[in-house]
């Protein structure tokens, strides 16, 4: 907690002052209080003198007013200095999550990610406006309400010193079983975020095979854990108030009654035992406060350390202290492998298995194989989305380690596997690349996408809406404005991850005539684009300059369409199972 605080706390260091120090003058007038009632007894009720009473009641007016006027400023300080650094907490949070890579992201779970940006933050937010607020306050208030009952009278304050280590070991005792709870209950958390997200997000495949009842099975037990665990700890918590509460009111009965025969004896005054009174139930409240601030940090010490534990975490993937931020114009090459290989983490088998080719500027290069093959992982290490673990990928003539991420990342026009779009218009989804782009930049990409005409008869065109995920729109059209995203600011490379699986043959074949047309002035210099189609389909990659055939990892074939029909096995029964072997085995004109 404390690290979280000090990475976070200095701009706000203004309001961490100055709210525990409009805190420490209320406690001086909480402190003062008893003494002016004291004297109001003593004097005003005591002495029958209505101008004593008048006059110590009008200060017990202004004092309230002016603690009134400090706790509101000390209230305003906690906000600022709570959501100021809640805020900052999260969009480092986020900052982070957008850095890691794929493996890293898996490492903690995307739940688990949420739960921290959002619960945890809220946790650790909670303990930073308590902190500024009363952090001070009870403590202070405490030993302060301790001295003064002390200097009315040493021998009553014995009770003071026998029910204060009551109270603390009923504290401690309830804290000592609490505690390891309270990291268990964001795990449940986290768990109840995981069910709730595949439930969500796999709704469609639930209904379809009827499986409703299971995941609400499911969703039930993993609530019903995070609830035992809740329980368990309010029946912990359920006993301190009460147990405190016991001991303080047989404290005060011992003071009312011990202070009462020494105001027979004329030791103390009526006004004295009262101001004894009001100084220990301040400082056994104060305890208890306290406690209950404990339990607070308690909570957000382990959020806190959740959130270290991601903004610690350094990316596996990052941009080198002097990385590349432009393309080698000499480089033969657009994309080369060269022996690549790549194996998820915890995986003993190779997802691609030394992988070498070469593909030239300007070129098309088409990847195909069965499910699980290794294709999307294959042209997921072109933008270094993940790093090889053997061998070396270049791009554009250096090695993808030696670029700056986001020079690299510019240089790709990237279309994943799945179709994503995010909430807000056609318009702000398509400038992702390039947010100075033109409309006539982006009708141009919609329209090599396909898309133009489908945007075009929107009523709103360009600025038509875009709901979550793109669930306004149909998959073809899904996958056609990321093709259209991917195509704004002219990238030199594009990279389809069998991202018209969607689309009718003609429409595919459409978009593959219009990316082939692609101009020299759309910012390639060096001719057209080089492009990546991934894809299932032979009719999608059969008229590519190079064709790559993968199987489990491995390349087991590189060449043209003839080449690979004459040479690899796979090819040929990937063909006759599309196309027949005769027209397999046909040029296509």
Known sequence: MIELLKRFCKPFRLECILGPLSKLIEVVFDLITPLVVMRMIDRGVGGRSVEAVLAYGGL????????????????????????GMGTDMRNALFERVNALSYAEIDRFGTPSLITRITNDVNQVQLAIALGVRQLTRWPLLSVGSMIAAMAIDAKLSIIFFISMPLIGGIFWLVMARCVPYFKRMQQKL??????????????????????????????????????????????????LNPATFLVMNLAICAILWVGGLQ????????????????????????????????????????SAGRILEVLDCEPGIRSGADAATEPDERAE???????????????????????????PRGGTLGIIGGTGSGKS???????????????????LGRDVRAWDLDALRRQVGFVPQKAELVSGTIRSNLTWRDPSATDADLWSALETAQAREFVAALPQGLDAPVEAGGKNFSGGQRQRLTIARALVGSPRIIVMDD????????????????????????????????????????????????ICVMRHGSAVGVGTHEELLGSCDIYREICASQLGIGEGATSHA
């Open 377 to 395: 992982t294959l042209v997921s290490l072109v933008p270094r989305l993940h790093e090889v673990t053997s061998g070396s990928v270049e791009v």
């Open 499 to 546: 991202s018209a699986s969607a689309l009718d043959f003609k429409t595919d074949a459409s978009l593959r005539a219009a990316i082939r047309g692609l101009a020299c002035a759309k910012g390639a210099p060096c001719g057209d684009p080089t492009t990546v189609i991934v894809s299932q389909r032979v009719s999608s990659v059969r008229d590519a300059d190079l």
């Open 333 to 359: 090459f657009a994309i080369a492998l060269r022996d690549a290989s790549f194996a998820y983490p915890g995986s003993m088998v190779n997802a691609v298995d030394h992988v070498t080719l070469e593909l």
């Open 190 to 239: 986290d768990r109840i975020g995981l069910v709730t997200r595949e439930g969500l997000s796999g709704v469609r495949v639930v209904r379809a095979f009827v499986r409703e009842s299971h995941e609400r099975e499911r969703f039930r037990r993993a609530a019903d854990e995070q609830a035992d665990i809740a329980i368990a700890v309010g029946k912990l918590s359920c006993v």
């Open 60 to 83: 017990l007016v202004l004092m309230a007013c002016a603690g009134f006027v400090f706790t509101l400023v000390c209230q305003k300080m906690a906000s600022r200095a709570s959501q």
């Open 263 to 302: 105001v027979n004896v004329g030791a103390l005054t009526q006004g004295e035992v009262m101001a004894f009174v009001n100084y220990m139930t301040q400082t056994l409240l104060s305890i208890v406060y306290v406690a209950n601030l404990v339990v607070v940090f308690t909570k957000a010490g382990a």
